[in-house]
């Protein structure tokens, strides 16, 4: 299978959020969008115990040639698909660099930490201000806020696959992502396409 | 959803380790898997219980780890290929079956154990390195280092297995059991299997029949000859390989994921022409032949593996015994300090390893970038420990653990061991639990502690365990308590699944691993018919699960069972809506000048419970909460409202 030309080879993308988010589903649609589009596609995850409440990431690393390893050397990170502001930095921070694309959803989860007064959460325009200093390009998106108008916050994950395809990195478009999302949301397909379509919208609307 | 039984030879699909695991054995037409679940092993099961009955096979969760291996071998003696999966952990508790196993051999049929390490034990209450197990017990060991590498290994070591007549070991990590990577299809055999065990016995012929290891020295003798004809199979197996020049500055030798660390450093340091890598996918034993080739590429040779220096020691011992090289080279790995001894690794850490070794620097960004971003990270990322879910009953039963000591006021104390209520080890479980070791050893341990009164000793002791492993390991215990009159409480915290590895059934469910209603064991007959005292409690009715608690505590005369049972949230929450709608009565919340001192959210700690810094109260955060309507049941100034949806 031909592959188109990707901007870097390999491309490497850091979902990042928080424990039951939905990471694990954003890397696989993505994942599996681009092995069907004739990519080597390697995801490493961190979850497990980070299903409850922790950090969790997704590293995908797509290549037009070879198989990857499952972790993006620190620094190289191209985007940052970030489901929580905080958890965003965090990744920023480590993989970040000054050519990284940030795409972000700006509804914060508190810890238990911060909760329990041990740690505190910054405001949080101080926050989004850190993440534009350490990004080349930043999208907001309110896929929470969107996604609870359609009916769920989980429908913030199919939101947030649309703006990641709207921002024009990856090799994928509608054609390739909707038949994916129809196989892994077989029971909620139509509202999820809807919230993809308008994902990718928020992102043209700048 | 693609699953792992598409018939479509050559199609590409996106799998992780362990079904890329699945998948081999399917295509090695296995008749037979069984295991007990275990992070990072449990999909390779999971994924085929899923399929057993369109491919026709039997998949089952075993009891536990030593079960699950002695079925798998009852359906290779009888013919059946079968495969046996479980954790690194799991592997103690199977090793007492296997060793023997190694001694009689397998049957007609080839059997293959399947054991998932887990580096920096992401998952796990230690990381212990299962390679070593085939050299302690004399097993042939392959570990893939890849996806693709993960299918086609485990077809292969079926028939590795067969021509042997001995159990293989297919070892693999948590980046490569856990990670998604690209796998290309292959055949699945059509083939229909006739189960029979072989009775007959040469009258002439005075070894007794095939499966009773006896003479173990004749026995043992006859395993090293199987290993030996396995070396020979490793020498020209397609999974070791080398990549880069004829004479590289520096050799690097790797296996499992840690070959793809090691490809992904030398191109990041851009020395393809400098730096050679040999990975090895047959680990025990050696590919000697093919070692000798390689090793004497290099002046410099690295030893790149997780956890111990399993190929290091090994590669240094045969190069001690076969001098074939004429100078020996200098060695850099675990023992020089340039690989950790202990942990995973990645890119970065070879990276460095290799630039310590050839003198390079490495920049990934600008240095004013790495310490404004590293400035941020202190100042802006607070903390995020893990903790229970919301709508958890692990929390509500440590709730009331917690508050049944303190009333009972003797300095009592639990004993715990691995499962998510493990986290009762922090502040998530209000830091109840005092002893973690492996499953059941709570227990175990409060067996011990409960027969210490001639000694002065007057704390309560309560054990908790899970209700899988309830079912796993502590059951020996329990009798051995009942026995010798041992005081302690045993509390089983049933919340219907095994929840920490993805909600399996157990023997309590009621349910299969192919998803047939079956007996129920039942724990509070079985703890009854075993002569202990008995109490159900539902954990979320804190009142009188703490009073039972007390009750129990108090008696004397041998172990008490309390078994605290609300389905696990996770599971409920995919089959029905949340039972109330919580929120804070905004007025009768006073915030800090309450005297609970923010019991809710600073010690009660659910993460749908936040606090509001601009009203100075508690909040709910309704993305998050998950309606139990506990906390309801904590305020001391009813501020927290349930509302029955």
Known sequence: MTTREIPKDPLNLVITGVGGQGNVLISLVVGRALVNAGYFVTIGETYGASQRGGPVMSHVRVSRHTQYSPFIPDGCADIILGMEPAETLRMLSRYGNPNVVTIINPRPIYSIDVTGGQASYPELDELMSAIKRLSAKVWVINATEEAQKMGSAMFANSFLIGALVAVRILPLDNESIEPVLKETFPREIDVNILAFRRGMELVRLG | MPTITTDAPGTNQLLIGNEAIARGALEAGIGFAAAYPGTPSSEIIGTLAQVAKDMGIYVEWSVNEIVALEAAAGASFAGIRALAAMKQNGVNVACDFLANLVMSGIGRAGLVLVVCDDPSAISSSNEQDTRYVAKWLDIPLVEPGDFQEAKEMTKWLFDLSEELGTICLLRSVTRIAHARGNVKLGELPKITRKAYFDQIQDIRNPMPTKYIPVPSPVRHFFQHARLNRAREKFESAPFNRYVGPPSPDLL??????????????????????????????????????????????????????????????????????????????????????????????????????????????????????????????????????????????????????????????????????????????????????????????????????????????????????????????????????????????????????????????????????????????????????????????????????????????????????????????????????????????????????????????????????????????????????????????????????????
């Not at chain 2, 080279?329 to 850490?349: I, Q």
Request: with cysteine; proline share 5%.
């Open chain 2, 252 to 645: 690097i030798v790797t296996c499992g994921s840690c070959w793809l660390y090691s490809l992904d450093a030398v191109r990041a340091l851009q020395l393809e022409d400098r730096v050679g890598i040999l990975k090895l996918g047959t680990l025990w034993p050696l590919p000697e032949k093919v070692l000798e080739e390689n090793l004497a590429r290099a002046r410099k040779i690295l030893f790149v593996e997780e956890i111990d220096p399993f190929i290091e020691q090994s590669v240094m011992e045969f190069v001690a015994g076969a001098p074939f090289l004429d100078r020996l080279p200098v060695f850099y790995g675990k023992r020089s300090g340039h690989v950790n001894a202990y942990g995973e690794l990645n890119p970065d850490m070879v990276i460095k390893a290799i630039s310590n070794i050839l003198e390079l620097t490495y920049q990934p960004r600008p240095l004013e970038y790495t310490s404004e971003a590293e400035s941020f990270r202190k100042s802006h990322v607070p903390e995020r420990s893990m903790t229970f879910c919301p709508g958890c009953p692990h929390r509500a039963t440590f709730w009331a653990i917690k508050n049944a000591l303190k009333l009972d006021g003797r300095g009592g104390f639990v004993t715990g061991d691995i499962g998510c209520y493990s986290m009762a080890i922090g502040p998530a479980g209000f830091l109840q639990v005092r002893t973690m070791h492996c499953m059941g050893a709570g227990v175990g341990i409060a067996n011990g502690l409960g027969k210490l009164d001639q000694f002065g000793f007057e704390q309560p002791v309560l054990a908790v365990v899970g209700d899988s492993t309830f079912y796993h390991a502590a059951i020996p215990a329990l009798i051995n308590g009942i026995y010798n009159r041992s005081n302690f409480v045993l509390v089983i915290l049933d919340n219907s699944a095994t929840a920490m590895t993805g909600f399996q059934p157990h023997p309590g469910t009621g349910m299969t691993a192919m998803g047939e209603s079956t007996n129920v064991v039942s724990m509070e007959a079985l703890c009854q018919a075993l002569g202990a005292r008995v109490q159900v409690c539902d954990p979320f009715d804190l009142k009188s699960a703490t009073a039972t608690l007390l009750e129990m505590m108090a008696e004397d005369g041998g172990p008490k069972v309390v078994i605290m049972r609300r389905e696990c949230e996770l599971v409920r929450s995919k089959k029905e809506a949340a039972p109330y709608k919580v929120y804070v009565d905004q007025e009768k919340c006073i915030g800090e000048c309450c005297g609970c001192d923010r019991l809710c959210t600073r010690v009660f700690l659910c993460p749908g419970l936040i606090w509001d810094r601009k009203s100075g109260k508690a909040k709910i955060d309704d993305v998050i909460c998950a309606g139990c309507g506990v906390c309801a049941d904590i305020c001391p100034r009813g501020a927290i409202i349930k509302e029955a949806r």
